[in-house]
Nanobody, 124 residues
Framework: QVRLVESGGGSVQTGASLSLSCAAS????????IGWIRQGPGNDREFVAA????????YNLEVTKGRFTIAQNNAKNTVWLHMNRLKPEDTAAYFC?????????????????WGQGTRVTVSS
């Protein structure tokens, strides 16, 4: 079992920055991918970013490259999503997610484990 607890989020103006963090506990050792999937007002899920606990490989959504950065600590139990130059279209509930196959997260927007979600609202 893996438990994911997010923190961060909030309401900001266009162009602002926010950081989300995800604290992972349980069996999050090698072979896991931890990342973020967001669900906007239209309720479609969108993969944002993920990082491999094995080798640190990063996977990013194309539209957020250059603005969003994912990172993890050395203990591999905390993952951050640093979001810069936020836009109204980034408004969504952001869920921390973990899975053994990053393609489940990237293509299927599925994951074995989910956090409770944290809301990000960007106003123009």
């Amino acid at each position: 079992q893996v438990r994911l607890v997010e923190s961060g989020g909030g309401s900001v103006q266009t162009g602002a920055s926010l950081s989300l963090s995800c604290a992972a506990s349980g069996h999050t050792g090698m072979g896991y991918y931890i990342g973020w999937i967001r669900q906007g007002p239209g309720n479609d899920r969108e993969f944002v970013a993920a990082i491999s606990s094995t080798d640190g490989t990063i996977y990013n959504l194309e539209v957020t490259k250059g603005r969003f950065t994912i990172a993890q600590n050395n203990a591999k139990n905390t993952v951050w999503l640093h979001m810069n130059r936020l836009k109204p279209e980034d408004t969504a509930a952001y869920f921390c997610a973990a899975d053994g196959d990053v393609e489940n997260m990237r293509r299927l927007k599925r994951a074995d484990y989910w956090g409770q979600g944290t809301r990000v609202t960007v106003s123009s």
